[in-house]
């Protein structure tokens, strides 16, 4: 019997044998492919960043863009990040400011919420959301799908991403709120961008300044709210009033249509 048996198993794998110089050579491409492409991604990423083209918004006569000379888009993204990356704000935000701002935003939302505006099963996205203290809000309040994005990322609340070019695919999101307007270089592209991702009947809540002059990082002084208004191709004014929100007077709804 064992005579027997040892020959079949020495010609059980036979047929085996080319068929594993093939996958060998198969399995290394592909973990080679795997652990090579997050750093391919990257640079993707990378290059992405400054594909957004230099070219000025439309004027409005209800947007004053800051003439801050910036030599290209790289240049204005360094004036941005030297904000955001402030160490002392940082600190701030995340210390002394954190839970003023986290209540605040909290009870906003909470309001969006029995106004029917937002409900614990959306999905939210914060824009310019720095450490993520509105990212945080959406969570306490039950809405557990919510994120935010910022030129630096703030892990497990705030994703890199630049609002101009939002990393996100069409119709993704049920609401979006954002109070860095005022920080945007094509204003046209920032309210673009957040209807691309809106998918249609989703909600953009934005904070703004109207008639008041940002900081020296704002890019475009709001004269009036039609201007913010206006760049809205496909969404209607569900309601505008007035707030109290951090040095912004104007909240601004909007909601996407559900046919364009
Ligand atoms: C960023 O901040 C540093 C120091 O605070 C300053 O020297 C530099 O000019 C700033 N860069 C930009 C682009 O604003
Ligand atoms: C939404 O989530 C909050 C917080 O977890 C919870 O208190 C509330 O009951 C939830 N609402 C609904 C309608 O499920
Ligand atoms: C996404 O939306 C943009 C702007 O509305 C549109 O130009 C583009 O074709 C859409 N992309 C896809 C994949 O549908």
Request: charge should be positive; glycine fraction near 6%.
């Amino acid at each position: 019997m064992p005579a027997e048996a040892k020959p079949r198993l020495l010609h059980l794998p036979l047929p085996v044998r080319p068929l594993l110089l093939l996958i060998i050579p198969f399995i290394s491409f592909l973990l080679l492919y795997t652990y090579s492409s997050p750093p391919l991604a990257t640079n993707a990423v990378a290059a992405a960043a400054v594909t957004v083209p230099l070219a000025p918004s439309p004027p409005s006569p209800h947007i004053r863009m800051r003439r801050a000379g910036f030599r290209s888009y790289e240049d204005y993204l360094r004036h941005q990040l030297n904000k955001t990356l402030d160490p002392r704000l940082r600190k701030v935000w995340a210390t002394r400011d954190w839970h003023r701002k986290v209540d605040a935003f909290a009870r906003a939302f909470a309001g969006l919420r029995d106004d029917g505006l937002l409900s614990n099963s959306s999905r939210a996205l914060c824009v310019g959301a720095r450490l993520g203290q509105e990212v945080a809000a959406l969570r306490l309040v039950g809405v557990r799908d919510a994120v935010g994005i910022d030129l630096a990322p703030a892990p497990p609340l705030v994703v890199k991403g630049d609002f101009h070019e939002q990393p996100f695919s069409n119709d993704t999101f049920d609401l979006e709120f954002s109070n860095v307007f005022d920080h945007a270089l094509y204003p046209d592209r920032f309210v673009a961008e957040i209807e691309r991702t809106l998918r249609p009947g989703g909600v953009a809540v934005l904070h703004v300044a109207v008639h008041r002059r940002g900081d020296k990082y704002s890019a475009n002084d709001l004269l009036d709210v039609q201007g913010l208004v206006g760049l809205f191709c496909q969404s209607e004014v569900v309601r505008i009033s007035k707030v109290d929100a951090f040095g912004l007077d104007t909240e601004v709804i909007l909601r996407k249509k559900r046919s364009p």
